[in-house]
């Protein structure tokens, strides 16, 4: 994009010499008077200086539509970035609530085990002293 830009303003230097140039050789080569010639020349100087703040009139509202687009593009990306990001973090909480439901199924069933097996070795003590 800056060498886009940098191009047009080369161009742009270039028009704006290349007129100012043709302009004063050719005033100088036609044959007038002197009082003339100053007309003209103030003339040419007057439309040059026009045509100069045309184009920087258009530099200067072609800058503010290509900041105004950049903008939206950033104020867009922003938007998107937030909405994935929101997604993300909403799909790590439920990945976090079904774990932390799995770890206390897995602590219930502990438990369960746990007892069974509390239960079956004080069986198995009482079946021994018994026998």
Not at 16 to 39: Q, W
Not at 46 to 58: F, I, N, V
Request: hydrophobic share 40%.
């Amino acid at each position: 994009m800056e060498q886009k830009n940098g191009m047009t303003k080369g161009l742009l230097i270039g028009f704006l010499a290349g007129s100012a140039i043709g302009a004063v050789l050719a005033l100088l080569y036609a044959p007038k008077s002197g009082k003339e010639l100053r007309a003209d020349i103030r003339q040419k100087t007057d439309d040059l200086l026009d045509d100069a703040e045309g184009y920087a009139r258009a530099a200067r509202a072609k800058a503010s539509e290509m900041m105004s687009d950049a903008r939206k593009r950033s104020d867009q990306l922003i938007g998107d970035a937030q909405k994935k990001a929101n997604t993300l973090m909403e799909d790590a909480d439920k990945i976090l609530s079904g774990a932390k439901q799995k770890v206390g199924t897995i602590v219930e069933e502990g438990a369960k085990v746990a007892g069974a097996a509390k239960a079956g070795i004080d069986a198995f003590n009482q079946e021994r002293k018994r026998s």
